[in-house]
């Protein structure tokens, strides 16, 4: 939606903004949940190092069986790229502004100097052509997991739930899972939520 509305301009910025907004809220929250949430999406999880990922991808082109109950090395890296580039987008366009379309600005435009207003404009621009890349490229290896290595991903991503043969070999001992609170993730979220509000509120 963010996209479309920014390619569309005029009225459609209002729901860019929001669409924004929406967007940094779960970002912000999603960082707060891979500190004190579930098992699988702490960041102390999946977050492992490039020589973890070196060994992952060596296994991966040498056909081996792989087992993992959360993300993958490779998976937990692109997980983090993903979340700091959404972080710079959403963070880039509080502070953008448009000419284009009859002087559009972010709700923190006001706050900086002209010369930083057109820096991060530019830089809002361009950076969502990698955050596609970088969409495609996610989206393209869970095609590739659910067509070529048989395990359904995107499955998981929406239920929650694996395979047992996926996550543990066969005879192998189950891993272990602790699960937060929804209480904790609702209660994460409306703080998200109204630092967002906060922050925009500051440009006035």
């Given at each position: 939606?963010?996209?479309?509305?920014?390619?569309?301009?005029?009225?459609?910025?209002?729901?860019?903004?929001?669409?924004?907004?929406?967007?940094?809220?779960?970002?912000?929250?999603?960082?707060a949940?891979?500190?004190?949430?579930?098992?699988?999406?702490?960041?102390?999880?999946?977050?492992?190092?490039?020589?973890?990922?070196?060994?992952?991808?060596?296994?991966?082109?040498?056909?081996?069986?792989?087992?993992?109950?959360?993300?993958?090395?490779?998976?937990?890296?692109?997980?983090?790229?993903?979340?700091?580039?959404?972080?710079?987008?959403?963070?880039?366009?509080?502070?953008?502004?448009?000419?284009?379309?009859?002087?559009?600005?972010?709700?923190?435009?006001?706050?900086?100097?002209?010369?930083?207003?057109?820096?991060?404009?530019?830089?809002?621009h361009?950076?969502?052509?990698?955050?596609?890349?970088?969409?495609?490229?996610?989206?393209?290896?869970?095609?590739?997991?659910?067509?070529?290595?048989?395990?359904?991903?995107?499955?998981?991503?929406v239920?929650?739930?694996?395979?047992?043969?996926?996550?543990?070999?066969?005879?192998?001992?189950?891993?272990?899972?602790?699960?937060?609170?929804?209480?904790?993730?609702?209660?994460?979220?409306?703080?998200?939520?109204?630092?967002?509000?906060?922050?925009?509120?500051?440009?006035?």
């Amino acid at each position: 939606m963010s996209y479309f509305t920014g390619q569309a301009g005029g009225d459609w910025m209002k729901f860019h903004f929001w669409s924004g907004y929406a967007i940094l809220t779960l970002v912000l929250f999603r960082i707060a949940w891979g500190f004190v949430g579930s098992t699988t999406a702490r960041f102390s999880d999946f977050v492992r190092g490039p020589m973890a990922c070196l060994a992952y991808l060596k296994s991966l082109l040498l056909g081996r069986r792989t087992f993992e109950i959360g993300h993958n090395p490779v998976g937990g890296a692109m997980v983090v790229l993903l979340l700091f580039a959404v972080l710079a987008q959403a963070a880039t366009g509080l502070f953008s502004a448009d000419t284009d379309m009859g002087t559009v600005s972010g709700p923190l435009a006001n706050l900086i100097a002209d010369k930083g207003v057109d820096r991060l404009t530019h830089f809002h621009h361009f950076w969502v052509n990698v955050l596609l890349v970088l969409i495609g490229l996610h989206v393209l290896a869970a095609i590739f997991y659910l067509v070529g290595k048989r395990q359904n991903l995107i499955g998981a991503m929406v239920t929650g739930r694996k395979r047992l043969d996926d996550v543990a070999p066969s005879g192998g001992a189950q891993p272990a899972l602790t699960f937060a609170s929804g209480r904790l993730a609702v209660s994460l979220l409306i703080v998200a939520a109204a630092l967002v509000y906060f922050i925009v509120r500051m440009g006035g």
